[in-house]
């Protein structure tokens, strides 16, 4: 008896185009990353992001950098941002979709150019804040005091000497 195989269609992906499964696996992996569970969700944001490419050559890493970008695209018109820094944006934005929960809108989210008010002003609010960058200082010199009671003697003595500093 002969076996046919065929090829395996991603079920994340509603294209009438043939998948591969670990570009699925990859498109589902970022995508419920953000809060999406349901699989009709799962397979509108991989069409959604594979749209306008031949998605049987597309490789994972591929992929996923289609979808990074097309939501970056989306966070930076919606959360009026420029381009921070290498996936700065995509990082903030996820944690502000994340905290405001805008999974429970579907994935009519990301595909329709209108987003609901109130998922705008949730996200819009929820974005953190940047930490500041990081800048060397120079760390104080602090004194070992070996005799506390000479120390205090010493001040005792100069607490009449106006503008007496205590560093060396």
Do not use: I, Y
Not at 10 to 36: H, K, M, Y
Not at 51 to 64: L, R, Y
Not at 132 to 143: D, L
């Amino acid at each position: 008896m002969d076996s046919v195989t065929t090829p395996n269609t991603c079920p994340s992906v509603t294209t009438t185009e043939w998948v591969r499964p670990e570009t699925c696996v990859a498109l589902d992996a970022f995508f419920q990353g953000f809060g999406f569970e349901a699989a009709e969700d799962l397979a509108a944001l991989a069409a959604w992001a594979l749209e306008g490419v031949t998605a049987s050559n597309v490789k994972p890493q591929a992929a996923v950098a289609l979808a990074r970008a097309r939501v970056e695209t989306w966070l930076t018109r919606e959360l009026d941002m420029d381009v921070v820094g290498e996936g700065r944006l995509l990082t903030r934005g996820r944690a502000a979709f994340v905290l405001c929960d805008g999974a429970r809108f579907g994935a009519t989210v990301f595909t329709r150019d209108a987003v609901p008010h109130e998922l705008s002003r949730a996200l819009s609010a929820a974005v953190p804040v940047p930490t500041p960058a990081q800048v060397a200082t120079a760390m104080p010199e602090q004194q070992l005091v070996l005799w506390p009671l000479g120390e205090r003697l010493r001040r005792w003595l100069r607490a009449g000497q106006p503008d007496m500093s205590v560093s060396r």
